[in-house]
């Protein structure tokens, strides 16, 4: 399990690898502004797909890492 300090560092990397600065701060401010229930979230973000297409997708993504687990 990763820290909280490395989980920021992950996802502000990654913020900035798709956003610009000045997106990434209107980013941050909405989430912290928002209410957001990410277990709600969660279960309508997959509701259209079977276990096996999740499953699929997540192992090609790996896969295309080249993360060691």
């Known amino acids: 399990m990763r820290t909280d300090t ?8 990654a913020l900035r690898e798709k ?12 989430i912290i502004r928002e209410p ?12 259209d797909k079977s276990l096996d297409e999740i ?3 997540a192992e090609k993504y ?5 993360v060691d687990v």
């Open 19 to 30: 956003l610009d600065i000045v997106e990434v701060e209107k980013f941050i401010s909405l």
């Open 36 to 47: 957001f229930d990410y277990t709600e979230w969660q279960q309508d973000l997959w509701k």
């Open 6 to 13: 490395v989980i920021r560092y992950e996802g502000m990397k």
């Open 62 to 66: 790996s896969e295309s890492q080249d």
């Open 55 to 57: 499953f699929d997708a």
